[in-house]
């Protein structure tokens, strides 16, 4: 509910394979695509260095759907030519951050997946980089469902409007946000 994993990937990568073992077929059913922050690369490549055959069935992101479920394109001619997905919460155990901040100084879109906890220092290191404080962003919680919330704000408010806001929720930055007034078809808003 909290959008918190309670097993760890470990497990459930034994847990796939011990099944695999004893069953014809095993279905690991992930939401979004499970090769985008899915880790279904790392149960994939589990399983390949065991010997067991797998198949791998692409979703869609949530990086795409919940932006496009709240009315957000994350590209619009004449607004921004691309759009990157990032990681919003990086392993503790790293000794640095391994996200690329100085390449986001252009006016593409940027989503950042799991990073509502880190949304302070998401924002600050934006700020830093040159980006106004004015700049446009949305936070998405619960996309793509009923109980799917949007919050707009910019880099200099979203922290504060989006305190009570559950997870799991991702983030857009962007001047795509700016067309969500026209755009926006799904759902309740905020």
């Known amino acids: 509910e909290d959008g918190r994993h309670i097993v760890p990937q470990d497990d459930i990568n034994e847990v796939i394979y011990q099944n695999a073992l004893k069953h014809e077929n095993v279905v690991r059913l992930k939401g979004g695509d499970p090769f985008v922050f899915g880790r279904g690369g790392e149960e994939a490549l589990y399983l390949y260095e065991r010997g067991i055959e797998f198949e ?17 394109p994350v590209t619009h001619r004449g607004v921004s030519v691309s759009f990157r997905v990032v990681t919003g919460h990086e392993s503790p155990n790293k000794k640095e951050s391994q996200i690329p901040w100085e390449t986001f100084k252009t006016d593409d879109t940027i989503v950042f997946l799991m990073g509502l906890h880190n949304l302070p220092k998401i924002s600050k290191k934006l700020v830093e980089i040159g980006k106004p404080l004015s700049y446009p962003c949305a936070v998405i919680s619960r996309g793509t469902t009923v109980h799917q919330s949007v919050v707009v704000g910019t880099l200099g408010d979203i922290v504060e409007k989006t305190k009570d806001v559950p997870t799991p929720a991702l983030i857009v930055v962007g001047k795509v946000v700016e067309l969500r007034e026209q755009l926006k078809w799904f759902g309740e808003n905020v």
Do not use: K, L, R
């Open 56 to 72: 791998v069935i692409p979703g869609i992101t949530s990086a795409i759907s919940a932006p496009a479920y709240a009315g957000i």
